[in-house]
């Protein structure tokens, strides 16, 4: 089973090259500059920080999607090999993924105005029938929601493409949505084991920043860590990096068989 092995091929990759832990890391530490702000006071500093990460992430993901595959296909890794491949894909990756989140965005806002449209006519309908009114509004939302990860779903693999397969920014879209087409099945298992997985590794982390918002601890908690965010982001920064490491090494493995099933029309390579 693709997905099974997908997971397999990621741990072994991760186990023989320690070195995607090193971007993991960077990824980690990225992750976390939304908080510099409980450490440093400043929150100009923070946004600017957080700013520039989004900036470098797509370098820091085109050198690891490059790594992870020479881990998963038995190359050489290195630190060269990552830099020098996060440099030659920056750009597309950068422009792909300010398209992603145009995408992700219109999609949003253009089934969210459906669904307003819909939420008055449910507004209306309360007045003759609450219950149906009720139903009526978590329809609309549920559609809305299904309607992202759908889309979410289809364009997911363009970073992939663009490594992987040197594909051009729009091409790259063409080719996630095709794959995905082509194994319908298997990307929505896949999609929906790795985002859960994702998440459930996660759950630490998602404690530890809710411990450095604004909120009242018991307010986000049922009880106080009483540990210093001088300590929690150190955590936060481990899990993200080994997080990151595997979960994109999987992601890595499985478009690496998904494509040996799919190979490029030759009008296309």
């Known amino acids: 089973m693709v997905l099974v092995s997908a997971f397999k091929d990621g741990s072994a990759a991760l186990r023989a090259n320690p070195i995607l832990l090193v971007a993991g890391l960077l990824v980690g530490a990225g992750g976390q ?4 702000d409980q450490v440093v006071d400043s929150p100009l500093v923070s946004a600017g920080a957080s700013l520039g990460w989004l900036i470098a992430f797509p370098f820091v993901l085109g050198g690891f999607i490059e790594t ?6 038995g ?10 491949t996060a440099r030659t894909h920056y750009v597309r990756l950068l422009s792909a993924t300010v398209a992603f989140l145009l995408i992700i965005l219109g999609t949003a806002v253009g089934v969210g105005i459906v669904g307003l449209v819909f939420g008055i006519g449910s507004m209306a309908l309360a007045a003759i029938n609450e219950m149906a009114a009720f139903v009526g509004g978590v329809v609309s939302l549920v559609v809305w929601l299904v309607s992202l990860l759908v889309v979410i779903m289809f364009v997911q693999f363009y970073d992939a493409a663009i490594v992987i397969e040197e594909q051009s920014v729009t ?12 194994n319908l099945t298997s990307v929505v298992g896949f999609s929906l084991v790795w985002t859960l997985l994702v998440n459930l590794f996660l759950v630490p982390e998602y404690l530890v920043q809710l411990t450095v918002t ?3 601890p018991a307010e986000v908690l049922p009880v106080d860590l009483g540990i210093p965010t001088t300590v929690l982001l150190p955590i936060g920064i481990g899990l993200s990096a080994v997080g990151f ?25």
């Open 75 to 84: 190359t050489d890794t290195s630190i060269h090999q990552f830099v020098t």
């Open 33 to 36: 500059l939304q908080y510099l």
């Open 214 to 216: 604004d909120a009242a």
């Open 245 to 269: 490491a595997y979960f994109y090494t999987v992601y890595t493995a499985y478009y690496l068989r998904l494509i040996s099933d799919a190979p490029l029309p030759a009008d296309a390579e």
């Open 171 to 182: 091409d790259s879209f063409r080719r996630s949505v095709a794959i995905v087409r082509s």
């Open 68 to 73: 992870a595959r020479a881990a998963i296909e």
